[in-house]
């Protein structure tokens, strides 16, 4: 075969060394892309250094260095964010116009809770939060989010079945979620999971749908008899007060007529008297009195009257008797 003086000769060694300086260079910005990492305002930042945690979660904000190729890991966790669970239904489009999804066979049975009164109720309810401590939520419970939720049907069931049906439908509402809350930060500081509860609202509770129908007839029926009791009231408020004001001004008059009788009677039992006392002073003079004095009302009653002397002669033009027969 003829040889070829031309023919260009690469030297191994120096191939060698190309690639390794290649992989050098590629390490290199391999690890330079791979020291850094950014902390926002609302996060913390947790650096394990060979699997390790030391110091204390990394708050400032910004840029910061790592040892890179795995030896420091760094985890950033939101700390100012309000999560939330949802039991027994799922939001699909928050608000302004809040959309829920169509509830699965274990968000169905997750919202069925039995009363004290053994009445089944299916509860709907959420629960606000907040990560206070990064590394114990990340580091200390596996799993925290997953614990929390247990600890969130476990505590709602346990709060429900000390009341009856009547008060988680109606009244207890505020006093089973401010409960509930109570409860749950008090299991989560127990585990240390580094959650700081905000609130626990109760969406929605309502009867199981197979008996809803019969609830809202019981329910109707109770407001039927709750608006006769007040028709009724209404009615005996009209009646009664009125019929006591005129009993108790009845009593009030006839109260009024006695004192008047007694004292009328009282009057004249001691005008009998004095009189009595003068008749034994001067008996003629006082029979005398007591004629003239009754023949003065006597007479001041009816029509006019004429008393004349049967011997008196001449008085009839002055009595004008005719006029007297007139009138």
Known sequence: MADFPNEIRINPAIINKVIFGGVVVLLVGIGAMGSFYKVDPRE???VLR???????PITEQGLHFKLPFGIDRVTNVEVTTVRKLEFGFA?????PRTRYANRSQGQAETSLIVSGDLNIADVE??????????????FKVRGAEETFRAMNEAVMREVIGDRTINEVLTSGRSEIQQEVKEKLQELANQYELGINLDKVILQDVNPPEA????????????????ATINIAQSKYN??????????ERTVEEAEGYAVQR??????????????????????????TRIYLETLNEVLATGPRKIIMDTEA????????????GKQ
């Open 211 to 226: 008996v809803k129908a019969s609830w809202n007839d019981v329910n109707e029926a109770q407001q039927e008899y709750s």
């Open 91 to 95: 939001t699909q489009t928050p608000a």
């Open 238 to 247: 009209q009646v009664v007060p009125k019929a006591d004001g005129e009993a």
């Open 125 to 138: 309810w959420s629960t606000q939060y907040m990560v206070s401590n990064a590394y114990n939520y990340l």
């Open 262 to 287: 007694v004292n009328e009677a009282k009057g004249d039992a001691d005008l009998f008297k004095q009189v009595f006392s003068a008749y034994q002073k001067a008996p003629e003079v006082t029979r």
């Open 313 to 324: 002669k001449g008085l009839l033009p002055l009595l004008n008797l005719n006029k007297e």
């Open 50 to 56: 060979l699997g390790e945690f030391s110091g204390s």
């Open 44 to 46: 913390e930042a947790i």
